[in-house]
C-alpha cells in the first residue's frame, strides 16, 4: 500500500501505525496488577535515562500489546512508593493507568480497527510502551473526513487534535472553564474550522456579551437589542403568562380569563386577513383548530377589546376586578420600552416563514450564523429571546424532520438551564431540556459554554455527549463535571486546575479518545472582543466629557446599551 492510499485511508493509515510501532517502540515497562479498567505499571530502570519528552507523562497514552489488539491506556497516576534515602536510584517507579480503548491487528482478512472499551484484558507480564507519534497520528485520524482540525494533542505537538462533526454537534457538546480560560476562543475556533468544510450549516450563537460578531465578520448576521423583531405572537401561552405574570401566585383568574379570550383573538385576526375565512373553513375542525399555542397573529388592540367587552357585561365589582388588573398589565407591558422588539411594530402580519429563514439562515446566502447579542436587554427580556430561540428550533426540527439540521450554542448556559429548579425562566429551561433529551432525532444540536458547571442543569449536561474541560480552580464545579464524564477519563480532570491558556481536557463522542489538548490560536483580529474593564486605564485619567453622564442617563431610560469600540 502506497504512503498516498494511507493518507487517504484511515484504517490504513491505522494498520500503517500498528505495523510501525511493533516494530520499533521500546518497551516502557511491564503489568503488574489489572483491576477492572485500571492496571498498574512497574517501569523498567531504563526509563529513568529517557529524556523527559519520552517518558510516560501524567495523561500520556500507553500501549499494550495484549494479543490480536492493542490496549490503549490512559496514565492517571504515578509515584515511586518507597523512594531511596541516598539517590542511588533503584527505586521501584509505577505508574496506574486506566483501560480505555484498543486497536485489532491487521490480518490478510481484516484491516486494523479502533473501537472504545476493551475486549481483551491485558495479562501480568505484558509489556507496555508509550504509544508512538504513529499511534497517536492514526488514533486522532480515524474519523476521516468527517472530521476537522481544532488543535494539537499535549502529548505530542505534532499530532493535530480532530474531533468528528457529526458526533459533535448530534449527540450534544458543552465547553466548560472559568473566566478567562479561552471558552469564547474556542468555541469561535471549532465553529470556524466546521464552516470551513461545511459552509451550508445553521447556527444561532446566544451572545449575551456582544462578543462574537468580530470571529465571524461577513459569515454571520448579528442581531442586536434594535435590530432584533420577535412577534410576540410567536410566544407560546407559557411564555407569555411568564412576561407578564413571573409569580403565577395570585394571578390564576387573569391566567384563566386570558387563556379564554386570546384564541378569539386569534381568529378575528384570521377571518380579517385576505383569505383569512377560506382558510378557517378549509381547517378540520373550524374553529377549534386555533387553541391558545397556534402560531397565529393577533392583535393586541383586539385582545384589550375583548376584554373591554367582556368588562361591559359583567355587573360585579369582584368579577370585574381580574379583567381590569390585565387589561392594565398586557397595556404596560406592551409600552415597556425593553419589550419593543416584541410590541412596537405598528402593524401584525403573518411573518413567521420569513422570520424563521432570517433567524435560522434558511437560506444561507453565504451567511451561515446567526448572533443574537443580548448585551442590551435585560435579563428577563433576555430570557423571553432564548426560550423562543430554542423553542422555534426545536418545533422547526420537528416538523422539518431534520431537513435542515440547526445548532444552538448558548454562551453562558448557567444562566438560562440553571441546577435550582425553582430559578431562572421556566419555559427556557423547559426549551434547552427539550433539546438536550430529544434534539438528536430532530435534527437541532445544543452546545452549552459555561465557567460554572455546578449551577448548570445537571441533567442537561449529562445529555452532552462531547466535553471540553478548560481551566476550572473551584473545586464544587470539578465534581459536577466529574459526574459528567465517562469513568475511564475522570483521572484526566485532576489536571484542570493546572491547565493552561487554550487547553482543555476533551472527552466524549466528538474525539477518539479522552486527551488533553491545545486549541490552535486564532488570528488577533477575529478573537471574541474582550469586555473586561480595564480598572488601570480608567482610573489613569479623568472623564472631562460634559455629555458623558447624560448619554448614560439616556441609554438608561431607554433601555439601549451602547458597546463601546475596541
Given at each position: ?23 520499533r ?51 492517571s ?22 483501560l ?16 472504545r ?7 501480568l ?11 497517536l ?34 449527540r ?7 473566566t ?17 468544510r ?38 407560546t ?75 361591559g357585561?359583567?355587573e ?51 451567511r ?41 450554542v448558548?454562551?453562558?448556559a448557567?444562566?438560562?438551564?440553571p ?19 430529544e434534539?438528536?432525532?430532530t435534527g ?18 449529562s ?32 489536571c ?33 472582543k ?37
Amino acid at each position: 500500500m502506497s504512503a498516498q492510499e494511507a493518507s487517504r485511508n484511515p484504517q490504513a493509515r491505522l494498520a500503517k501505525a500498528v505495523q510501525a510501532a511493533q516494530a520499533r517502540n521500546p518497551r516502557a515497562g511491564v503489568i503488574i496488577s489489572v483491576t477492572g479498567s485500571h492496571a498498574l505499571v512497574m517501569l523498567d530502570d531504563a526509563q529513568a535515562e529517557v529524556d523527559r519528552l519520552h517518558r510516560p507523562q501524567l495523561g500520556a497514552i500507553m500501549s499494550v500489546d495484549a494479543g490480536a489488539n492493542v490496549v490503549l491506556g490512559l496514565i492517571s497516576a504515578m509515584s515511586v512508593p518507597a523512594p531511596s534515602v541516598d539517590g542511588s536510584g533503584g527505586e521501584m517507579r509505577l505508574v496506574e493507568m486506566e483501560l480505555i480503548g484498543e486497536f485489532t491487528k491487521p490480518t490478510a482478512k481484516t484491516p486494523a480497527r479502533f473501537r472504545r472499551g476493551v475486549s481483551t484484558f491485558p495479562t501480568l507480564g505484558d509489556e507496555v510502551h508509550v504509544a508512538t507519534r504513529e499511534e497517536l497520528a492514526a488514533l486522532f485520524a480515524v474519523n476521516g473526513l468527517a472530521s476537522v482540525r481544532i488543535g494539537v494533542v499535549k502529548q505530542d505537538a505534532a499530532i493535530p487534535a480532530t474531533v468528528a462533526v457529526n458526533e459533535i454537534f448530534a449527540r450534544h457538546c458543552a465547553v466548560l472553564g472559568m473566566t478567562g480560560s479561552g471558552k469564547s476562543c474556542a468555541v469561535a475556533l471549532m465553529l470556524r474550522a466546521v464552516l470551513d468544510r461545511y459552509s451550508q450549516a445553521h447556527i444561532v450563537i446566544i451572545d449575551p456579551h456582544n462578543e462574537y460578531a468580530r470571529a465571524f465578520g461577513d459569515q454571520a448576521v448579528v442581531f442586536d437589542a434594535s435590530s432584533f423583531t420577535l412577534p410576540y405572537w410567536l410566544l407560546t401561552f407559557e411564555e407569555l403568562v411568564e412576561v407578564l405574570y413571573p409569580n403565577r401566585r395570585g394571578y390564576e383568574e387573569e391566567i384563566e380569563i386570558l387563556a379564554d379570550l386570546i384564541p378569539q383573538a386569534k381568529r378575528m385576526n384570521l377571518a380579517a386577513t385576505q383569505g383569512g375565512t377560506r382558510m378557517l373553513a378549509e381547517r378540520r375542525g373550524d374553529i377549534a383548530s386555533i387553541t391558545v399555542d397556534t402560531p397565529t397573529p393577533y392583535r393586541i388592540s383586539e385582545l384589550l377589546g375583548l376584554i373591554d367587552k367582556s368588562l361591559g357585561a359583567l355587573e360585579s365589582a369582584r368579577a370585574i376586578s381580574p379583567y381590569k388588573r390585565l387589561r392594565n398589565r398586557i397595556y404596560a407591558i406592551s409600552q415597556d420600552a425593553r419589550y419593543a422588539f416584541m410590541f412596537a411594530s405598528l402593524t401584525v402580519q403573518d411573518t413567521m416563514a420569513s422570520f424563521l429563514g432570517q433567524l435560522f439562515r434558511i437560506p444561507v446566502q453565504g451567511r451561515p450564523v446567526s448572533i443574537l447579542e443580548l448585551g442590551g436587554l435585560p435579563s428577563e427580556v433576555a430570557q423571553v429571546v432564548v426560550s423562543v430561540t430554542a423553542r422555534l428550533a426545536f418545533d422547526f426540527g420537528l416538523w422539518s424532520h431534520g431537513a435542515a439540521p440547526i445548532a444552538i450554542v448558548c454562551e453562558d448556559a448557567h444562566r438560562y438551564a440553571p441546577a435550582q429548579q425553582d430559578a431562572g425562566f421556566a419555559p427556557t429551561r423547559r426549551a434547552l431540556t427539550r433539546i438536550a433529551k430529544e434534539g438528536r432525532k430532530t435534527g437541532v444540536s445544543l452546545w452549552l459554554v459555561s465557567q460554572r458547571p455546578t449551577e448548570l442543569d445537571p441533567t442537561i449536561l449529562s445529555q452532552c455527549n462531547t466535553i471540553f474541560a478548560m481551566r476550572l480552580a473551584n473545586q464544587a464545579d470539578q465534581d459536577a463535571l466529574r459526574a459528567a464524564v465517562p469513568d475511564a477519563a475522570t483521572s484526566l480532570l485532576n489536571c484542570l486546575p493546572s491547565l493552561g491558556m487554550g487547553e482543555a481536557v476533551a472527552v466524549g463522542e466528538g474525539v477518539p479518545l479522552p486527551t488533553r489538548i491545545r486549541f490552535d490560536a486564532l488570528p488577533r483580529e477575529i478573537v471574541p472582543k474582550s469586555l473586561t474593564a480595564s480598572f488601570t486605564d480608567g482610573w489613569s485619567v479623568d472623564v472631562d466629557d460634559a455629555g458623558f453622564l447624560d448619554r448614560i442617563v439616556e441609554q438608561w431610560r431607554a433601555q439601549k446599551l451602547l458597546l463601546p469600540e475596541v
